[in-house]
C-alpha cells in the first residue's frame, strides 16, 4: 500500500504566520492528494483535493501544491480557527491511504 | 444541506460485533458511494472500505476482509458498517464519509459526526 509520510508532526507558530505542512507519498500518487483538517472533538473537513483545489467554502488563504510523491499545503496567515490537526490522503491506488498527521499548535 | 446522522457510541466485548448506521440526508443517497473510515484513540485516520448505495457493491481494505460488512437501505438513506469477532484494537471512533460529487474522485466531505465503539471485558 502507498505511505504518506506528513511532517513536521508538529508545527508551531503564531497567529498571523504562514504555515507549511509537507506530505510525501511512498510512491507516486500523480495529482490524487487530499488534504483534511480535524479540530479536537469534531469530523475531519475536506481542505483540499487533486492536489490544489480548493473545496467547497473553504478559504482561499488554504492552498495545495504538488505532484508525484511530494505535496504542500500552505495556509498563508493562520487564523486563530486553523490550529487543528491536518491530514492529507490518496485515492491512486487501493487501499486508499492517509498521512499520520501534522499537528498545527499556537506557539 | 448535506448531513451524515450517525447512531450513538456503543461498548462491546472482546469477540462481539457491532453494526453502526450512518442516516444521509440533503442529497440523492444512491448517487454517491459512501465511506467508512475509524481513529483508534489518538491515532491517525484508517480508511475501511466503501459502498456502491445504489448497487449495493462493496470494497474492502484487506486488513478488514472477512470481518466487515458494509451494507444500505436505500428505503431510510441509511448505511450500515458491521464489524465482527471484536478485539481492544477496534476501538476507535467510525466515521461514515460521502464522496464527493466529482466522478471517480474518492474524497470525503461531509463526514458523520463519528461513532464511538469501546471494546473492553
Known amino acids: 500500500e502507498i505511505v504518506l509520510t506528513q511532517s513536521p508532526a508538529t508545527l508551531s507558530l503564531s497567529p498571523g504566520e504562514r504555515a507549511t505542512l509537507s506530505c510525501r507519498a511512498s510512491?507516486?500518487?500523480?495529482?490524487?492528494l487530499a488534504w483534511y483538517q480535524e479540530k479536537p472533538g469534531q469530523a475531519p473537513r475536506l481542505l483540499i483535493y487533486d492536489a490544489s483545489n480548493r473545496a467547497t467554502g473553504i478559504p482561499a488563504r488554504f492552498s495545495g501544491s504538488g505532484s508525484g510523491t511530494d505535496f504542500t499545503l500552505t495556509i498563508s496567515s493562520l487564523e486563530p480557527e486553523d490550529f487543528a490537526v491536518y491530514y492529507c490522503?490518496?485515492?491512486?491506488?487501493?487501499?486508499?491511504?492517509f498521512g499520520g498527521g501534522t499537528k498545527v499548535e499556537i506557539k | 444541506q448535506v448531513q451524515l446522522v450517525q447512531s450513538g457510541a456503543e461498548v462491546k466485548k472482546p469477540g462481539a460485533s457491532v453494526k453502526v448506521s450512518c442516516k444521509a440526508s440533503?442529497?440523492?443517497?444512491?448517487?454517491?458511494?459512501m465511506h467508512w473510515v475509524r481513529q483508534a484513540p489518538g491515532q491517525g485516520l484508517e480508511w475501511m472500505g466503501r459502498?456502491?448505495?445504489?448497487?449495493?457493491?462493496?470494497n474492502y481494505a484487506q486488513k478488514f476482509q472477512g470481518r466487515v460488512t458494509m451494507t444500505r437501505d436505500t428505503s431510510i438513506s441509511t448505511a450500515y458498517m458491521e464489524l465482527t469477532r471484536l478485539t481492544s484494537d477496534d476501538t476507535a471512533v467510525y466515521y461514515c464519509?460521502?464522496?464527493?460529487?466529482?466522478?471517480?474522485?474518492?474524497?470525503?466531505?461531509?463526514w458523520g459526526q463519528g461513532t464511538l465503539v469501546t471494546v473492553s471485558s
Open positions: 440533503g442529497y440523492t443517497f444512491t448517487a454517491y458511494y
Open positions: 464519509a460521502k464522496n464527493i460529487a466529482v466522478p471517480g474522485a474518492h474524497w470525503f466531505d461531509p
Open positions: 459502498i456502491n448505495p445504489n448497487s449495493g457493491g462493496t
Open positions: 490522503q490518496q485515492r491512486s491506488d487501493w487501499p486508499l491511504t
Open positions: 510512491q507516486s500518487v500523480s495529482g490524487y
